[in-house]
């Protein structure tokens, strides 16, 4: 059954380690430390490979290791089984030190079946290992996938660690005493391999266990199946000869405090719902579902005793609708959606430039254009953010960094909009979305806070001396119009699309009026830089030429790749975005500061269009919209050419 | 203040202030054309609201965009002049999130019909707290005279000149489909029948749309003139009233009755079985009446029109129920501790 009795199951060679035997464990076996390790468990959709994926990566998070995660599925919910366009798989990556990104390249695959096998080998290194199941390995398996023959037969996987295993023979077995059907026993295939993977990385068991008790706890039938499976797949690991030795990776050393593992939707929504407590404001969500942002809605709807209002409305336009003028009643207001969905809501948004109101538009980008790759991550959609409307229409970006930075980016930009009574954007991606790092829980009693300042009272005197309202005269600082919502008396006011006269907010066709209004209306999203901390750079040796300047989820790869070239003996600056409109006012005098400037990003070169238009800086772009994040090898490789072309 | 119970106000707090007309006017120049019938519907409404008792600052008109729309800037409370079609959902986030304020919506055949069909009928359905009055000249009126989703098949404008080939809508047959527990049709000319229906309008709770018919007098002038004449109005024009027989004629001679295939017919009130002349109830849980009274009406000779409200049944709005969900979930598990929330269960500390 084992092809490669003996053969270690490796750690990952893009950073360093050391792997040497040490204490003997249970069952005679030796326990190897490891630094870091990439597993990437693989499937057909409907094998629960991202259940598998999510379970261990909430016991290696208990542990205490550093660890990011890439989730890789298709569009389908299920794709005919057994086939290519059907594979499912999670990325995890984990380590005893702080690490940036979910991984280059797998040290260790587990492949559910011929399909996973064949849509993932390309990714292994010679050396690497891969624990498949057997069953699955069937004539007709093959066929579908057009293996012409046998891959674990023909000599192919030569140059891999291959541990064969009847994964769903042995979970069946196991579950014979159990009143279950054949098909049910099959379907805990992947507790087996979860307990098999617990054992050899020696992970903590009593995390699943509950986790399975509170899935399944009015099924208990099913529940024990599961128990079993699990306990089974840790057993065999202990008592079979194809793996010789077990291992284990030693928690990080994190800044003292509390941590838990979080992805980027959820956390997009703590940081709205953190807001609402910091502006006082109820927070009101009108959205439509649209992958990968649905996940936001299913959070936020979670929380109702919050005060949260969540609106699923019949369409992305009626979503940013309701959002809106539940802004004008005096709601913390946003709409959650994708690109498709950002089409849809241009005309609401330029309503929302218009009437100065402040509104939270988050985009979890996907691949484009159109229906596109719904599941996979882009980050083209900057320039329909930037642009995407029609007239003169300014909008404030924000652009959050990591999974965890999404709670930050979130009451970043409520701060945006309520102070400046705008419209914002908050550009999210698939990667964020769904992949996930250990996060540092904040101290709420940390959170800025964010001051509506509603009008109250009349500030104008019309010709007969008598008080009135102006809704459109600003502040002079910010630039900003009077908030007064309807109950408040004597402000009653009409606002609407049409062109207003500055100041009374009267419907104006007067050129000259519409001229200011345009500037002012930039000028006020302009005077935001002034409250943006200047652009922080990472130049640890303070000798770099080339700086690299990123935005969005591209900062662990980018940073990851920082540390290769910087490894490899040269020096390289980096630069990281969180403010995309306006930019820091420093950015600039930043840009000129070095040689050359590198933008990598997963588009065409969106952020290095605006940036050469603004800055006249010849950035040279490297761009890549393959659905899935930089690998750092790769960009490392990008940025030490370029500096050894200096 | 009115008498009658008024459940879809119940939040909206009220004045002792004396309130006329002149108080819901403001400075603006109103911009419609001479003529226009929406004047009529303005005056009908700045005139109607001083009943209500009701703060103005807590009032707020919603709007879409075309010639009906622009219906807010000409009234003294808050108001938001929209997008396109668009105002039945826009107004639903403010009722939604302000069961203090009484929210009107302003819209006509093309904004709520043609671009906004899919807000309006989602409207209707959910019921929402909303006043929706849909002004309806079979015309588009803003962008000079293209037909709309209510002009009769055959309609020769400037996008038709050879004639619409379109079927049109019904808007009051919509609304029925669409789930409405109000629905009623006036005219603008009507002053006593318009008020009467914004009334009781008014005092529902959940979404009553209210068809105007008005008249456009620059591109489909005389739209609804048979209803509105005086020597054809009584022939063409059935008034329904609850808990009465539905009869019209200058001399009440005629009659709507059920026919022998469960539909419904007009007939000559000498000629049927008394029996079988329908009494009209507003109230009718079963929406079957009403939609069958919805269709009698001639699309093109606009003979058999019947006006007034069709239905009026008693169901939560939407705008409640969500309130209460949401003070449900705080009173059962109370207010939302945001430490907690973001730390989580699965969690660890590192010291």
Same mark, same amino acid.
């Given at each position: #059954? ?45 094998? &629960? ?58 040290? *260790?695959? *587990? ?34 996938? &057009? ?7 023909? &000599? ?124 006082? !404001? ?74 100065? !109101?402040?509104? !939270? ?130 402000? #009653? ?54 700086? *690299? ?98 | ?201 008014? $005092? ?64 000559? $009130? ?82």
């Amino acid at each position: #059954m084992v092809r490669a009795p003996g053969v270690g199951i490796g750690a990952g060679q893009g950073e360093t380690v050391t792997a040497k035997a040490t204490d003997q464990a249970q069952a005679g076996k030796s326990i190897v430390p490891l630094g870091h390790v990439v597993i990437r468990f693989a499937g057909d959709s409907g094998d &629960g490979m991202q259940l598998t994926g999510d379970r261990f990566t909430s016991v290696t998070a208990g542990l205490g290791n550093y660890l990011s995660t890439l989730p890789d599925f298709p569009a389908e919910i299920r794709a005919p089984a057994g086939t290519l366009p059907g594979v499912s798989a999670f990325q995890l990556h984990f380590a005893d030190h702080d690490i940036m990104t979910p991984g280059d390249r797998p040290d *260790v695959l *587990v492949a559910m079946n011929p399909a996973a096998l064949k849509a993932n080998l390309g990714d292994m290194r010679p050396g690497s290992d891969i624990i498949v199941n057997t069953d699955e390995f069937t004539k007709r398996n093959l066929e579908k996938v &057009g293996y012409a023959a046998n891959p674990l037969e023909d &000599g192919s996987l030569d140059a891999f660690a291959v541990h064969e295993i009847a994964l769903t023979s042995m979970t069946v077995e196991a579950l014979s005493s159990f009143d279950i059907s054949k098909k049910e026993a099959e379907r805990a295939k992947n507790m087996f391999a979860l307990g098999l993977l617990c054992w050899l990385y020696s992970r903590p068991t009593e995390g699943t266990l509950k986790f399975l008790r509170a899935k399944f706890a009015h099924k208990p039938d099913i529940l024990a199946a599961n128990i079993a499976a699990f306990e089974g797949g840790w057993s065999f690991g202990e008592t079979t000869e194809a793996f010789s030795v077990r291992y284990e990776v030693k928690p990080a050393k994190m800044v003292p405090g509390t941590y838990r593992n979080i992805t980027g939707n959820p956390a997009l929504a703590y940081g709205l719902i953190a807001a609402s407590r910091q502006s006082g !404001l109820p927070l009101f969500l009108g959205s439509y579902p649209i992958t990968p942002a649905s996940d936001i809605i299913h959070e936020l709807s979670k929380h109702k005793n919050f005060g949260v209002v969540t609106f699923q409305a019949e369409d992305e336009i009626a979503g940013i609708g309701a959002a809106l003028v539940a802004s004008y009643g005096g709601s913390l207001a946003v709409t959650t959606t994708s690109g498709p969905g950002i089409a849809l809501k241009s005309e609401t948004i330029g309503l929302a430039v218009s009437l100065e !109101l402040p509104l !939270l538009v988050i985009d979890v980008q996907r691949g484009g254009p159109s229906t596109g790759l719904p599941t996979k991550t882009e980050q083209a959609d900057l320039l329909q953010a930037m642009f995407g409307r029609n007239g003169e229409a300014p909008v404030p970006i924000v652009a959050p960094r990591s999974p965890g930075d999404c709670f930050d980016a979130a009451i970043e930009a409520a701060r945006i909009a309520v102070t400046y009574r705008t419209p914002v954007f908050l550009l999210s991606d698939g990667y964020l979305a769904n992949g996930s790092e250990p996060w540092q829980v904040p101290d709420v009693a940390d959170l800025p806070t964010i001051e509506p300042g509603f009008a109250t009272e009349s500030n104008h005197v019309d010709e007969d001396g008598n008080p009135e309202f102006w809704p459109y005269l600003r502040d002079e600082e910010t630039l900003a119009r009077p908030w007064a919502v309807p109950g408040t008396p004597g402000l #009653m006011h009409r606002i609407g699309g049409l062109e207003k006269a500055d100041g009374s907010g009267n419907i104006s066709y007067d050129p000259d009026n519409h001229d200011r209004m345009v500037r002012l209306r930039q000028a006020k999203v302009d005077a935001i830089a002034r409250t943006i901390p200047p652009l922080d750079v990472d130049d640890p040796s303070g000798e770099a030429r080339v700086l *690299v300047l990123g935005w969005g989820s591209t900062y662990g790869p980018i940073g990851a790749a920082c540390r290769l070239v910087r490894e490899s003996g040269h020096a390289v600056a980096q630069a990281h975005l969180r403010h995309l409109n306006p930019f820091p006012a420093n950015l600039g005098e930043v840009l000129r500061s070095y040689d050359r400037v590198i933008i990598p990003e997963m588009n065409l070169g969106q952020l290095a269009l605006l940036i050469r238009g603004r800055f006249l800086v010849d950035a040279i772009g490297y761009n890549s919209v393959r659905g899935m994040p930089f690998a750092s090898e790769e960009l490392a490789q990008v940025f030490n050419d370029v500096i050894e072309s200096l | 203040m009115t008498a009658i119970e008024m459940p879809g106000l119940a939040l909206v707090p009220r004045t002792d202030e004396k309130q006329s007309a002149k108080d819901f006017k403001t400075d603006q120049e109103v911009r419609w054309c001479p003529g226009c019938g929406d004047y009529a519907i303005l005056a009908a409404v700045q005139g109607f609201l001083p009943e209500l008792g009701l703060r103005r600052e807590n009032i707020v008109f919603v709007s879409g965009i075309g010639c009906s729309s622009r219906f807010p800037y000409y009234m003294d409370t808050y108001g938001v002049h929209s997008i396109h079609g668009r105002a039945p959902a826009i107004a639903t986030g403010l009722a939604v999130s302000r069961p203090d304020l009484s929210v009107w919506v302003v819209t006509g055949d093309g904004d709520a019909l043609s671009i906004g069909g899919n807000h309006l009928i989602h409207a209707l359905r959910r019921n929402v707290n909303l006043k929706i009055l849909l002004f309806n000249n079979r015309i588009y009126g803003l962008t000079k005279g293209q037909y709309s989703p209510t002009s009769e098949t055959g309609k020769v404008t400037k996008s038709t000149p050879l004639g619409s080939l379109d079927y049109s809508f019904n808007p009051v047959s919509i609304a029925l489909g669409a789930e409405a527990s109000f629905v009623a049709r006036t005219l603008d000319s009507d002053r006593k029948h318009l008020t009467e229906v914004l009334r009781r309008a008014a $005092a529902h709770e959940g979404t009553a749309l209210v068809e105007i018919l008005q008249n456009c007098n620059i591109f489909n002038d005389g739209a609804w003139e048979p209803l509105k004449d005086a020597n054809t109005s009584d022939d063409y024009l059935i008034r329904l009233e609850d808990g009465e027989e539905i009869r019209f004629g200058k001399d009440r001679e005629k009659v709507v009755v059920r026919g022998d295939g469960g539909h419904i017919v007009v007939a000559n $009130a000498d000629e049927v079985d008394p029996s079988r002349i329908i009494v009209f109830d507003s109230h009718a849980k079963d929406p079957g009446l009403a939609f069958a009274l919805s269709r009698l009406a001639h699309i093109h000779s606009l003979a058999d029109t019947p006006i007034g409200v069709f239905r009026d049944v008693a169901r939560p709005s939407y705008d409640r129920l969500v309130r209460e969900q949401v003070e449900g979930v705080i009173e059962s598990q109370g207010p939302g501790d945001l430490q907690a929330l973001i730390a989580g269960k699965d969690n660890w500390t590192v010291s």
